[in-house]
C-alpha cells in the first residue's frame, strides 16, 4: 500500500504542472488520493488530503467540488464520533452553498443529510429531521421518486423517528424506502436488508410480533441469498429472530433460533 501512495504522490506532481510550467497542486488528485485513504480505513489521512483539496478548491471557485471535500470531512468525523467537529465543515459547507445560482443543488442535499446524521446521534431528532426533509425535497426535485438517494433519505427518516419513538411514522419512511429499492434494485437485493431490518425493529416496538417476524424472516432469506447457509454474517439474523419469538414467549423456537445464531459463529 505504501508504494501504491507513493506512486499517487508522484502522479500529484507530474500532473499538476500548469500551462506556464510551473508546479502546483492539482485538487483532484488530492481527493483521488483522500478517497483512497478513506476506502482503506485510514480516516486521518483522508482528512488531510481532503482539507489540501478542499483549499485548492476554494482558490479555483470550485464551489461544488469545495462542498463535496468538507461534506467527506464532516461524514468521517462522523463516523469517529466526533460530532461538534463535524458539525463546523458541515456548516461551513452550508454556508458557501449559498453562493451557489442554484440553491437545490445535490452536494447541499449531501449537506443537509450528513447534518442530519450528525443531529441524530446527538439524540436532536427533531433538527435533524428538519435536515434529512431539506435533502429529501432536493433529491425529489432533481432525481425523481425512483431513485437509490431517494431511499436512503426515506430509510434515514425512519431511523429517527425509530428513535423519537414515534413508530408509526418510522414505518411509513422505511416502507417507501422499500418500495423505492425493489423498484431500483430488486427484491433479492442487499440493499432490501436496510428496510427489512428497519420495519421489523418498528413492527417489534409495537409489539405486533407477527408482523415484526415477517421482515426479519425477509431479511434472513435475502443474507442467505447473498451469503449462503451457514455465513456467520447471518448470526444476527437468527438472534433478532430469536429475540421476538421470545417476546412471543415461545421459548423453543427462542432457543432454536439462538443455537442457530451460536452455531454459524462456530
Partial sequence: MKTKHAVILVLILVTSISANGQKGPNADEYVRLAD???????????ILYYQKASVEFKALGSIEKFINAYNQIGIILTRQDKYEKALEYLEKALVTGRSLPDTNNLEIATTYISLGVVYNAEEKYDQSLIY?????????????????????????????YFN???????????LKALVIREQVFGKESPEIIESYNGLAKAFRERREYRTALKYYEKALQNKITQR????????????????????????EQGELYKKKAEEVLK
Fill in 132 to 160: 434529512h426533509k431539506r435533502s429529501l425535497a432536493i433529491r425529489l426535485l432533481k432525481l425523481g421518486e425512483k431513485d437509490a438517494q431517494v431511499a436512503t433519505n426515506y430509510g434515514n427518516i425512519g431511523n429517527v
Fill in 164 to 174: 423519537a419513538r414515534n413508530y408509526e411514522r418510522s414505518i411509513d419512511a422505511h
Fill in 36 to 46: 483512497d485513504y478513506k476506502k482503506n480505513a485510514k480516516p486521518d489521512s483522508a
Fill in 228 to 251: 449462503g447457509q451457514g455465513h456467520k454474517d447471518l448470526s444476527k439474523f437468527y438472534k433478532n429472530i430469536s429475540e421476538v419469538y421470545f417476546l412471543m414467549e415461545d421459548k
